[in-house]
T-cell receptor, first 114, second 113 residues
Framework: DAGVTQSPTHLIKTRGQQVTLRCSPK?????VSWYQQALGQGPQFIFQ???????QRGNFPDRFSGHQFPNYSSELNVNALWLGDSALYLC?????????????FGQGTRLTVV | AQSVTQLGSHVSVSEGALVLLRCNYS??????LFWYVQYPNQGLQLLLK??????LVKGINGFEAEFKKSETSFHLTKPSAHMSDAAEYFC???????????FGTGTQLKVEL
């Protein structure tokens, strides 16, 4: 079992550009959440996808959008990048409806905006 | 709304000493509480979780935490620290199964010889 996989592991973008981050959930999981972890901070919830729809959203602007595909994989898109978007972006997956399943995290994508 | 406060951004202990990392929570509903560990350049790994069953929760790597409603606390302990425990630890709360996690700002644990 490969667990949660994220790609790419690192990338550098310029202010104003757009970026797409990808996440493949752990086998058997159908719900994907995205978190932003700025340097020295705890992760902040961006949004959660289940059945290809955004189910919950944190306090992030509309520049942050996402998508979930029929195979449960997910993308996070950020438009008009700011320097402040530089962070580690974490994807977490779980199985909906099962009280005993935990959320598994990927190793993250380190985004640097210059 | 839920929130957690982690007291002490940096904690240093000697190898073999007790580890105590503090977490206090605020929640308008019965909380689910979690402790995660993050090693450098890694994602988060779940150490343990409280979901309204036993108040003393045992986790991996010898860690445990006790839910104290009267103190709104969920402190993480380990009787004897090991060098491999050096990492960043995050306390998190959610309002229920499947809900988003709200994390604290983290505690960096240093273990010295």
């Amino acid at each position: 079992d490969a667990g949660v996989t994220q790609s790419p592991t690192h990338l550098i973008k310029t202010r104003g550009q757009q970026v797409t981050l990808r996440c493949s959930p752990k086998s058997g999981h159908d719900t994907v959440s995205w978190y932003q972890q700025a340097l020295g901070q705890g992760p902040q919830f961006i949004f959660q996808y289940y059945e290809e729809e955004e189910r919950q959203r944190g306090n992030f602007p509309d520049r942050f959008s996402g998508h979930q595909f029929p195979n449960y994989s997910s993308e996070l898109n950020v438009n008009a990048l700011w320097l402040g978007d530089s962070a580690l972006y974490l994807c977490a997956s779980r199985k909906q409806g099962n009280m005993n399943t935990e959320a598994f995290f990927g190793q993250g994508t380190r985004l640097t905006v210059v | 709304a839920q929130s957690v406060t982690q007291l002490g951004s940096h904690v240093s202990v000697s190898e073999g000493a007790l580890v105590l990392l503090r977490c206090n929570y605020s929640s308008s509903v019965p909380p689910y509480l979690f402790w995660y560990v993050q090693y450098p350049n890694q994602g988060l790994q779940l150490l343990l979780k409280y979901t309204s069953a036993a108040t003393l929760v045992k986790g991996i790597n010898g860690f445990e935490a006790e839910f104290k409603k009267s103190e709104t606390s969920f402190h993480l302990t380990k009787p004897s620290a090991h060098m491999s425990d050096a990492a960043e630890y995050f306390c998190a709360v959610s309002g229920g199964e499947g809900n988003k996690l709200t994390f604290g700002t983290g505690t960096q644990l240093k273990v010295e010889l």
